[in-house]
């Protein structure tokens, strides 16, 4: 009995002391967990999208592709210099200018001086000759156009100046022969008085230095006469 409580005596602090190392553990508060890391920051926003569009206009219909042809020349085939484009170019140039009228009644011929410009126009198709004559302190001016068709070969020319109201029309008959230009007087409508045929006769002379235009009228016979002389001289070139 005595060993007994001796050993009871003995355990009583043992559990004692378990008892109070239990309290405590009790008593401790409960580790608490760690920390969570900071979240990662929320991505901005997004811009708001650029707005859509409109839809586009319809475009306008294109022309329509010019034709290829040129339609003009169905009606008016065009026709290119020919042989007696290449004879009147050799009038091109400055001139001097002698004029002499002979009167179809007689007595002493009518002369007067004067300058001449002569060029090809219209890409080479014409020549155009403008004249200024002098005569008792007075100025007159005259223009011829000249032309030549390479499908007939004949000649066309028209004159107006300074004097008249009327054109005078003269064409030739017979094909060019590549030395002279022989022209007919002729009239669109009613002759105005000119009842008589005249020709014309263009020439070089001196090698070319000198052009020289004769006007021949016919009389009430029939019989031809000169009225009139242009003789043009060839200016010298500036050197």
Not at 187 to 204: K, M
């Amino acid at each position: 009995m005595r060993s007994f409580r001796s050993g009871r005596t003995r355990l009583l602090p043992a559990v004692f002391a378990i008892t109070l190392a239990s309290a405590a553990a009790l008593a401790q508060p409960a580790p608490t967990a760690p920390p969570k890391a900071p979240s990662a920051p929320s991505a901005p926003p997004k811009a708001p999208s650029a707005p859509t569009a409109p839809p586009k206009a319809p475009s306008a219909p294109s022309a329509p592709s010019a034709p290829s042809k040129d339609t003009q020349a169905k009606y008016e085939p065009p026709a290119g210099p020919g042989v007696g484009q290449e004879f009147l170019k050799t009038f091109e140039g400055q001139w001097t200018v002698e004029r002499n009228f002979f009167p179809p009644s007689g007595g002493p011929a009518s002369r007067a001086t004067g300058e001449c410009t002569q060029k090809m126009v219209q890409d080479g198709r014409f020549l155009q000759s403008d004249f200024t004559f002098h005569q008792d302190g007075k100025t007159t001016t005259g223009t011829g156009i000249s032309g030549f068709d390479p499908q007939t070969g004949l000649f066309t020319t028209f004159w107006y100046d300074s004097r008249s109201t009327r054109f005078s029309i003269r064409q030739s008959r017979d094909p060019f022969d590549g030395k002279q230009i022989v022209l007919y007087s002729a009239a669109l409508a009613a002759s105005h008085g000119q009842d008589h045929q005249s020709r014309t006769v263009s020439h070089f002379e001196d090698n070319g230095r000198k052009l020289v235009h004769q006007q021949f009228n016919q009389d009430a016979s029939g019989k031809e006469s000169v009225l009139m002389e242009l003789i043009l001289t060839r200016k010298k070139p500036h050197k």
